[in-house]
């Protein structure tokens, strides 16, 4: 409705109130509206829709019948505030960057046959590039009075996440085909009996076959050698009983050799329930089982390792302290007698010494500022990798006499990593001439990832500690009382203003049901927003007064929905609303009285 014909229906209606003095002068039930309380109920009317459609989290356009934008809500305006301002351009103009009518369009479809219409549209972004993808719905807008349409209106839901998903799950499954065809894994599916109904061609290799085809149809015991069978084989029925095992042993290939296996076998079950296959992820682990020498003289270091490890994610709060932990760990393990951390600044691509534990002169220890590139950590850096220099392959030529003095004859360098990035290093000094062996440098990267993930770690907890305080002093400061319960009324927060208005204790509303705390009940109200909103998925909101305390309080109830659509709970917002109904009440009183007096002095 244009502010036109607001004005014309309010005159039509001051006429007839006019009309209506002159017929029924001097009769108390005829008195007319009068202009004040008719402007301010259709100003609560006006309100009350903005509201709504100010509310409506996605997109709503008003269109006339040349695609002039009349009218917009605050999502589509976040969507396009680089087009601002939008009201008074065509759509196309406005939400695609154009300059003539979009090929596909629906809203035109509308206009031409009157009917609603759907597209997938992109969603445009600054310069016109797509940068989302949503569902279009127009549907015809029509003049209640005259019912001739006057534009359309456009509901417009951004659905670029489903899309990627989509697009996620498409690609999951060619990606899980191309896995089976391509993995260095075995991979081989076998029936209840344990006769193989298909594998990969990894698997036919590990087993001296030249093709898959040779082992389909094969039974798997055959490949193990019969001292082992049964052991095999009881494991083998285990899975099908369970869901997964994990097993190594001896297998045989084609040429009667043996090698060593690792399998972890899982059932696959139907709807029921019941086992109908097994997926084996086979691994040829026969140079693992020669290392097991080497492998237990490295267990002392895996001990220090895990103990460093442990110890740094007890220590989540205290970034320095991950630090002194972690270098004097990495000394104890490596032998190096010194050593500095360095972090990452991405934004000026340097490294930043944060922490040192040395002897060296001032000037002998790294600077305190390196670039990405520059010396033994800079270096380890880049390759994310260990480096290792000798005093006469230092590269930072004006520290190599300082160094000298210090007696520094071998520098190290490696990377921290996080899910793979390089976020830092750490310096090793050494007094003596070092080398790194393999077995060195495995040792280094697994260090450099476990103190990487807990400086992340670190980073993250610390975040988050900082978004909770955060949060519960929002929630604390909000002037309503708010209520969060469960799906059986069960009371699980409540902010300070609910504590003050009920005067109760935090240990007595927590874990209680509502009904029980508020009004004394063994059963929920009668009159419930919260019961309304539980059986509706829906807003739901009352008024009533409180048994407890006497006072009047305006409830709203809010359902608290997951991702799958199912209701777990609600917010409720509770306002004390009693001195605003007294003043009501006054109002209305001195309203009846003005009615009453009013005629007598005309």
């Not at 015991?221 to 001896?250: C, G, K, L, W």
């Not at 460093?308 to 630090?323: K, P, S």
């Not at 850096?381 to 220099?389: A, M, S, T």
């Not at 909000?478 to 319960?485: D, M, P, Q, R, Y």
């Amino acid at each position: 409705m244009t502010t036109r014909d607001i004005k014309k229906k309010k005159e039509g209606r001051n006429l007839e109130n006019r009309k209506r003095v002159r017929l029924h002068k001097g009769s108390a039930i005829s008195k007319p509206l009068s202009p004040k309380r008719s402007d301010k109920a259709l100003r609560g009317t006006e309100h009350f829709l903005n509201s709504i459609f100010e509310s409506i989290k996605d997109g709503i356009s008003i269109l006339d019948e040349d695609m002039n934008i009349l009218r917009v809500n605050r999502t589509t305006e976040q969507w396009y505030s680089h087009a601002m301002p939008l009201i008074g351009k065509k759509c196309y103009e406005a939400y695609h960057g154009r300059n003539k009518r979009c090929e596909v369009c629906p809203t035109y479809r509308t206009m031409t046959t009157g009917e609603s219409a759907y597209e997938v549209i992109p969603k445009n972004g600054v310069g016109g590039e797509i940068v989302g993808w949503l569902d279009l719905y127009s549907f015809p807008f029509i003049d209640s009075i005259t019912g001739k349409m006057r534009g359309v209106i456009e509901y417009v839901r951004d659905i670029t996440e489903r899309k990627k998903v989509k697009q996620v799950l498409k690609e999951s499954q060619e990606k899980l085909q191309a896995i089976f065809d391509h993995s260095k894994d075995g991979i081989a599916l076998s029936d209840l009996q344990g006769n193989i109904i298909d594998c990969n061609e990894a698997v036919a290799n590990m087993h001296g076959y030249s093709s898959k085809e040779e082992m389909i149809g094969k039974n798997l015991a055959s490949f193990i050698p019969p001292e082992d069978r049964q052991f095999v084989m009881d494991s083998y029925n285990e899975t099908i009983n369970t869901n997964t095992q994990h097993i190594e042993f001896r297998n045989i290939k084609k040429d009667g050799t043996s090698w060593f296996a690792d399998v972890t076998g899982t059932s696959i079950k139907d709807e029921e329930g019941k086992t109908q296959y097994v997926v084996s992820i086979v691994r040829d682990v026969t140079e693992r089982w020669k290392m097991q020498e080497e492998l237990v003289q490295r267990n002392k270091e895996l001990e220090a390792l895990n103990e460093m490890g442990a110890l740094i994610n007890q220590t989540l709060v205290d970034v320095d302290t991950v630090f002194a932990i972690a270098l004097e760990k990495v000394l104890s393990l490596t032998g190096y007698e010194e050593g500095a951390i360095f972090l990452a600044n991405d934004e000026e691509r340097i490294l930043e010494r944060k922490y040192d534990l040395t002897h060296l002169v001032a000037e002998a220890k790294e600077p305190r500022l390196l670039k990405y590139g520059e010396g033994v950590s800079g270096r380890a850096f880049e390759l994310r990798q260990p480096v290792i220099l000798s005093l006469a392959d230092y590269p930072y030529s004006p520290l190599v006499p300082t160094l000298k003095e210090s007696g520094i004859q071998t520098l190290v360098g490696f990377p921290l990593l996080s899910k793979g990035k390089a976020i830092g290093t750490i310096t090793l000094f050494s007094h003596a001439r070092r080398e790194l062996s393999q077995r060195d440098i495995n040792l280094l990267e697994s260090i450099g990832s476990q103190i990487g993930l807990a400086l992340e770690n670190a980073k993250l907890f610390s975040n988050v500690a900082k978004a909770k305080s955060e949060w519960e002093i929002t929630f604390d400061a909000v002037t309503e009382g708010i209520i969060i319960l469960d799906r059986d009324y069960r009371i699980l927060r409540v902010n300070k203003v609910v504590i003050e208005q009920f005067r109760s204790d935090l240990k007595d509303l927590i874990g209680n049901k509502c009904f029980e705390v508020f009004e004394h009940s063994d059963k929920p109200c009668e009159r419930c927003c919260i019961s309304d909103s539980f059986l509706t998925n829906k807003f739901a909101f009352m008024e009533r007064e409180s048994p407890y305390n006497k006072r009047l309080y305006r409830s709203s109830a809010f359902p608290i929905i997951e991702e799958s659509g199912e209701m777990v709970g609600a917010v409720e917002l509770v306002s004390d609303i009693t001195e605003e109904k007294q003043l009501e009440s006054e109002k209305e009183i001195v309203n009846k009285v003005n009615e009453i007096l009013l005629p007598a002095s005309m």
